[in-house]
């Protein structure tokens, strides 16, 4: 299974293919699922580009895409959208209009309670654990890990030359959690070579313009659709 990521954090700054409204959201989600992405994964956003939990921005994002596609949305309950554990807890369970399954970052302080939040209201947990934290060393006590939808391995800030095994010392680290499903990536200039590997691995992965915005021969992605036909190329 491929998912695509259609914008992350990323902002205007990187460029008009990166979707940020409601209706960008929807178009981009379209074209990608047409090319073979199976799943969506979003970064809801404010008029202004912001990433947002709250129920206002969260809501259009999801209605736009499932007005576009008939495949599971998930979104982030990043920290960066809402650093206090808190407010992102009344964030989730104040949500009207609620996704298929979010990602929680494990090794983000509140981690657990988000994750029940989402628990209580049926919605999937991607358990995210990130390379070079202790997010895997968290996740593996957590009391809400027999529970998740799937671990999403994420190889961060690695060089290329590093990335594969940055990817499988991650896969390591979790030990009997990699027997269950697991949806391994990288970014940047890991991207290319963790989902290279992650297909040899017969494992879930994800590409899309929060991940990367180059294909594999450095030339610059025109849209997520163009990066989904290249995923599904790799070997």
């Not at 970052?105 to 654990?129: K, M, S």
Request: aromatic share 2%; net charge negative.
């Amino acid at each position: 299974m491929i998912q695509v990521c259609l914008n992350g954090t990323r902002s205007a700054r990187d460029g008009a293919a990166v979707p940020l409204s409601p209706a960008a959201l929807a178009e981009s989600a379209a074209a990608a699922v047409a090319a073979g992405a199976a799943e969506i994964h979003v970064h809801p956003k404010t008029p202004c580009g912001s990433d947002s939990l709250s129920p206002g921005v969260v809501g259009p994002a999801l209605e736009a895409i499932r007005a576009a596609v008939r495949v599971p949305v998930g979104v982030t309950t990043g920290a960066w959208a809402e650093p206090d554990p808190a407010r992102r807890v009344a964030h989730v369970r104040s949500w009207t209009v609620l996704p298929d399954y979010a990602s929680v970052n494990w090794h983000e302080d509140g981690a657990e309670e988000v994750a029940t939040a989402l628990l209580d209201r049926g919605v999937g947990v991607e358990a995210g654990v990130w390379s070079g934290t202790d997010g895997a060393r968290r996740f593996l006590r957590s009391r809400s890990a027999p529970k998740v939808l799937r671990v999403l391995a994420e190889v961060t800030g690695t060089t290329e030359e590093a990335a594969e095994s940055a990817a499988r010392a991650l896969l390591a680290e979790l030990g009997t959690a990699h027997d269950g499903p697991v949806l391994l990536h990288g970014e940047d200039d890991g991207a290319w070579p963790v989902l290279r590997l992650a297909r040899r691995l017969g494992l879930d992965t994800r590409i899309g313009l929060e991940d990367v915005l180059l294909l594999p021969d450095g030339r610059r992605a025109r849209c997520n659709a163009q990066l989904v036909t290249a995923a599904l190329a790799c070997s």
